[in-house]
Structures are given as structure tokens and as C-alpha cells.
């Protein structure tokens, strides 16, 4: 079994851990910051595809997270409120059922992504960087002045929403709908990652000419990937907001897609457990640092900066060494 394989299967086995220790102990807390974890691994494992296997470096990925996060805090506000989204042509009303708000929250973060990249993906290098940034700050400043779902102050939810069978509002049982995901989610990127299509987007990232000249569309595939990249991410988001029961537009904001790109950076670019990785790293610095400075961002530079010099390939490369990404 190769040394990745069993990094991988440790990292999971971790994650699953550590919330079960917690309950043992009666530490909800603890089990809310390994939920946030693996929300942000789910984020990352999005860009991921894109990034690892596209080499699609985006700003704007937040514009998507932020889009699963308020299709989750419009639908649920409207059903709290017993008022309906629409009521002509025909009567839409809100739902407070997970399943249903993240069924919407994949269909618009996609459907956004796709008109997003249809247009940036005309470009490349910092070009493309630079338009994907410009639109994920578009809805920044977009939600800060829609007065109708909070604006800057955002939105709170009072009640987390529902799923068959499980009580949502119980810390473990969450934590087990996101870890599910997660496992659901890293499954299908690898699957993803491997099929035709998969190494049709890696070719096209290496060498763009050869796969013209075997009749591929190196356009058709990066819009396909990031589409994919945008929906996972806005599953992500969907799942935070519901965590938080709160949503604003700092969702949207540069800062977001910043911290999501150094979940992959940490972890490892292109590689399938790299976000997951990153993301658990990153929140467990930001629990241990920012109880010695509000600051704590100053520290996470340096590491950030170490992993780029030390470890290019990320702390998954600096254990498993150079292997296949995406195994």
C-alpha cells in the first residue's frame, strides 16, 4: 500500500477521531471546530480540482461559497418567516430541509460558475486570477447593498435546518451529515480525477497544443472543471452557514478565496487529501494562535511562507514524498 494511501486513510480516521473524543468528554466546542474543519476541507477539495488538475488559479471561489451560504439563508429565512419567495407567476416558499437547500445550493453555485469561468476562462495567467477576484468582490459589494437579506449586518438564522431522521442541532450529529459529505465529496474528485476526463483536464494543463492536436478542447474541459470546482464549493458554503446559523457578506470577500487557496497550499496542490489537510491545520492554528494574539494571521505567514520554501509540494509531499496527486 502506498505511504499516501495510508496518510490519507490516518488524516480521515483523524478527523473522525478527534469529534469522538470530544463527545466522550463532554466538549461541544470541540466537535464545532473539527465540523468547521471539514465544511473548509470540502471548500478546498473544490478549488482543488480545479487548481491541482486544471491549473485554474482562482481568486473568486468565495463568490460560490458565498452563493451556497445565502441560498441557504434565503430559503431558511423565508420558511421562519412563513413568507414566500415568490408568489407570481407561481407560489415558492422557503424550506428548512438540508437536503432540498443544498440540491439549490449546487445549482446555483454551479450555474454561477459556469458564467463566471464561460467569461474568465478567455484569459489565463493573472489575467484570469485578476477576473475571477473582480467578480467574487462584485458580490461582495452587491450583498452589503441588498437591504432585503441583512446587507452588511447579514442574516441570522434561528433555528439550524433539518434532516430525516437526525436531530441537526445535536454538535456530533452534524458533524457526522458534514463528515459524510466530505467522504461522498473526496470519493467522486477522485473517481473524477481519474476517469478520461480526468486526465483529459491534467494533459490540457501540461500541454495545451498536443491536446488540440488530438481533437480535445483545452476551453471545454477548464469550464467543466470549474463548474464542478464552483458546486462543491458552494455545498461547502451551504454547510457553513448552516453551522454558523448566521450568513453576511464577508462569505464573498477576497479573504475567504485567500484562506481557502491556503488550505490547498498547506496540504498539498493536487493532491486529493491536500485540503483536508490544510483545512484541519489551518483551524487548529487559528484555535491555538489566536488565543496568544489577535494577531495570530502574522504567525500563520511565516509557516505559510515555510511550507512554500521547505515544502513546496505541502506538508502531505514533506510525509509521503513525490507521489501521484489525485490517488
Given at each position: 500500500m502506498r505511504k499516501e494511501t495510508i496518510l490519507n486513510a490516518c488524516v480521515l480516521l483523524g478527523l473522525l477521531a478527534v469529534p469522538l473524543w470530544a463527545l466522550s468528554v463532554d466538549e461541544p466546542f470541540i466537535i464545532t471546530l473539527a465540523t468547521k474543519a471539514v465544511i473548509f476541507a470540502i471548500a478546498g477539495v473544490g478549488l482543488n480540482f480545479a487548481l491541482g488538475l486544471g491549473g485554474l488559479v482562482s481568486l473568486g471561489h468565495a463568490a460560490f461559497f458565498g452563493i451556497g451560504g445565502y441560498t441557504m439563508g434565503i430559503l431558511a429565512s423565508h420558511a421562519q418567516n412563513y413568507a414566500p419567495l415568490m408568489e407570481w407567476p407561481l407560489v415558492i416558499e422557503g424550506t428548512k430541509s438540508m437536503p432540498v437547500i443544498w440540491l439549490f445550493a449546487v445549482l446555483f453555485s454551479s450555474l454561477a460558475a459556469l458564467v463566471i469561468g464561460a467569461l474568465s476562462l478567455r484569459t489565463s495567467g493573472v489575467y484570469f486570477i485578476m477576473i475571477t477576484l473582480a467578480f467574487g468582490q462584485m458580490l461582495f459589494f452587491f450583498m452589503i447593498s441588498w437591504p432585503a437579506y441583512g446587507g452588511e449586518d447579514g442574516l441570522v438564522i434561528y433555528v439550524r435546518n433539518g434532516f430525516p431522521g437526525l436531530n441537526t442541532l445535536d454538535p456530533i450529529q452534524f458533524f457526522g451529515i458534514c463528515f459524510a459529505i466530505l467522504c461522498i465529496v473526496l470519493f467522486l474528485v477522485s473517481r473524477m480525477a481519474r476517469s478520461s476526463f480526468g486526465l483529459a483536464l491534467s494533459g490540457a494543463r501540461q500541454n495545451e497544443e498536443r491536446m488540440q492536436a488530438v481533437g480535445m478542447v483545452p476551453y471545454r474541459l477548464y469550464l467543466i472543471a470549474f463548474t464542478i470546482s464552483g458546486a462543491i464549493t458552494g455545498l461547502s458554503g451551504a454547510l457553513f452557514a448552516d453551522l454558523n446559523r448566521f450568513v453576511s457578506p464577508t462569505m464573498f470577500s477576497w479573504q475567504t478565496?485567500?484562506?481557502?487557496?491556503?488550505?490547498?497550499?498547506?496540504?498539498?496542490?493536487?493532491?486529493?487529501?491536500?485540503?483536508?489537510?490544510?483545512?484541519?491545520?489551518?483551524?487548529?492554528?487559528?484555535?491555538?494562535?489566536?488565543?496568544?494574539?489577535?494577531?495570530?494571521?502574522?504567525?500563520?505567514?511565516?509557516?505559510?511562507?515555510?511550507?512554500?520554501?521547505?515544502a513546496r509540494g505541502g506538508l502531505i509531499h514533506l510525509v509521503a514524498g513525490r507521489e501521484v496527486a489525485h490517488d
Amino acid at each position: 500500500m502506498r505511504k499516501e494511501t495510508i496518510l490519507n486513510a490516518c488524516v480521515l480516521l483523524g478527523l473522525l477521531a478527534v469529534p469522538l473524543w470530544a463527545l466522550s468528554v463532554d466538549e461541544p466546542f470541540i466537535i464545532t471546530l473539527a465540523t468547521k474543519a471539514v465544511i473548509f476541507a470540502i471548500a478546498g477539495v473544490g478549488l482543488n480540482f480545479a487548481l491541482g488538475l486544471g491549473g485554474l488559479v482562482s481568486l473568486g471561489h468565495a463568490a460560490f461559497f458565498g452563493i451556497g451560504g445565502y441560498t441557504m439563508g434565503i430559503l431558511a429565512s423565508h420558511a421562519q418567516n412563513y413568507a414566500p419567495l415568490m408568489e407570481w407567476p407561481l407560489v415558492i416558499e422557503g424550506t428548512k430541509s438540508m437536503p432540498v437547500i443544498w440540491l439549490f445550493a449546487v445549482l446555483f453555485s454551479s450555474l454561477a460558475a459556469l458564467v463566471i469561468g464561460a467569461l474568465s476562462l478567455r484569459t489565463s495567467g493573472v489575467y484570469f486570477i485578476m477576473i475571477t477576484l473582480a467578480f467574487g468582490q462584485m458580490l461582495f459589494f452587491f450583498m452589503i447593498s441588498w437591504p432585503a437579506y441583512g446587507g452588511e449586518d447579514g442574516l441570522v438564522i434561528y433555528v439550524r435546518n433539518g434532516f430525516p431522521g437526525l436531530n441537526t442541532l445535536d454538535p456530533i450529529q452534524f458533524f457526522g451529515i458534514c463528515f459524510a459529505i466530505l467522504c461522498i465529496v473526496l470519493f467522486l474528485v477522485s473517481r473524477m480525477a481519474r476517469s478520461s476526463f480526468g486526465l483529459a483536464l491534467s494533459g490540457a494543463r501540461q500541454n495545451e497544443e498536443r491536446m488540440q492536436a488530438v481533437g480535445m478542447v483545452p476551453y471545454r474541459l477548464y469550464l467543466i472543471a470549474f463548474t464542478i470546482s464552483g458546486a462543491i464549493t458552494g455545498l461547502s458554503g451551504a454547510l457553513f452557514a448552516d453551522l454558523n446559523r448566521f450568513v453576511s457578506p464577508t462569505m464573498f470577500s477576497w479573504q475567504t478565496s485567500g484562506e481557502i487557496m491556503i488550505f490547498i497550499i498547506l496540504g498539498g496542490t493536487g493532491r486529493l487529501f491536500g485540503p483536508v489537510v490544510g483545512a484541519a491545520v489551518f483551524i487548529l492554528l487559528e484555535h491555538m494562535l489566536g488565543g496568544l494574539s489577535e494577531f495570530w494571521h502574522v504567525y500563520l505567514g511565516a509557516i505559510l511562507l515555510g511550507v512554500v520554501l521547505f515544502a513546496r509540494g505541502g506538508l502531505i509531499h514533506l510525509v509521503a514524498g513525490r507521489e501521484v496527486a489525485h490517488d
